[in-house]
């Protein structure tokens, strides 16, 4: 018999036509949930940014409860319980109850739900977020803060065997709440190249995939551009992703690319949908760089290997514990522009290491499958 499980995560999801849809991100990893489960999404509803919401729900065993409009996440995290409050009935139903944190409701679904069905899904360190928060306004300065202050709600909130974790760093965090690791890769066995690519094109071409924030080190990798054009290394950056700040972090990142006379060398093209046209990014680059200043473990960075794109990450995270330095990738250190400069020089010049660097990605992404993902977590629960 299939068990009843809930699902929560702060992204919200849209309704075009009775048709549900999220970023594909999520979408995918709940969607296969589905097929293993009756499914019971509760979530909040948007009705605006219409186009980031790329993944079409398309199972029967998926339920969708709209809790209310998103707003304001102090809203959350102070008054959450006006979001749970009517929810006992459906809580009472399931089996489980899969609160994806860190979460400004996550302190209010332990207060809601019977800790014999809770389970926190841990995805992010929020105190690693605020150690790096950069500071442009008090507004910042307040996020800092009340990132500091959400990292110990959620560590009051949590019990033993309450907690999944999908990186080794958070189960290090972690660890004496017994937390579960697991995956949350959404890779498909069809996002698998069939031909390993070991050459190197001149303009060399960089890749960034994600979320357009200056912490995930893309003004350290125009600087490094510029080095490398410098030395005449010539090179095309793609930037694929988005900016959920508006166009702040864009505008940051255009104003240097300016002052750097870097104009034709970077590309912003916005976000890709997963699948085959992320796919065809990760196929047409050299290399992929994630430069950050912390993570937790970017799919992005199996996404590639799996599309034989080389790749140079930082050492923050759980990157130094899931990647190995010249064996299936180039590790370096945060803020260096000098480094990924380097590593960019290695991976030209070095035919040999960037031949086994992208087999041994291949082969490390081969176990990172969205099946692996969601067999190991319905394995925890049942």
Known sequence: MLKHIGFYSHIPFSNKNNIYYAPSFIGKYLQKISNKSQLVIFGHLDKHNIEIYDYKFD????????????????????FGFKFLIKLNKEFSFLDYMIVRSPSPLSFWFRLFVKKKKLKFLLVADEKEGAINKIIFSPRDLFIK???????????????????FVNSKALYIKYSKFKPVLVSTSNLENSDFTNILNF?????????????????????ETLEAINILKNNNILCVYNIVGWDDK???????LKKRIRDLNL???VIFSGKKQQGKELNSYYLNSDIFICASYHESMPRTIFECMANSTAVIATKVGSIPLELENNTNALLINPKKPSEIAKSVITLI?????RQKLIINAFNLAKSKTITHSINGLIKHLN
């Open 59 to 78: 199972s029967s065993n998926i339920r969708f409860i709209n809790i209310g409009s998103k707003g304001h996440s102090l809203v959350r995290f102070f």
């Open 145 to 163: 803060y009340f990132n500091y202050l959400s990292d110990v709600v959620l560590k009051f909130s949590l019990d033993s065997n309450m907690a």
């Open 349 to 353: 010049d070095n035919f040999e290491l």
């Open 263 to 265: 104009i034709n060398e």
């Open 199 to 219: 050459a190197i094109n001149t303009p060399v071409k960089l890749l960034y995939v994600g979320r357009i924030d200056l912490t995930k080190g893309i003004l």
């Open 246 to 252: 508006g166009d702040k972090n864009i505008k940051i």
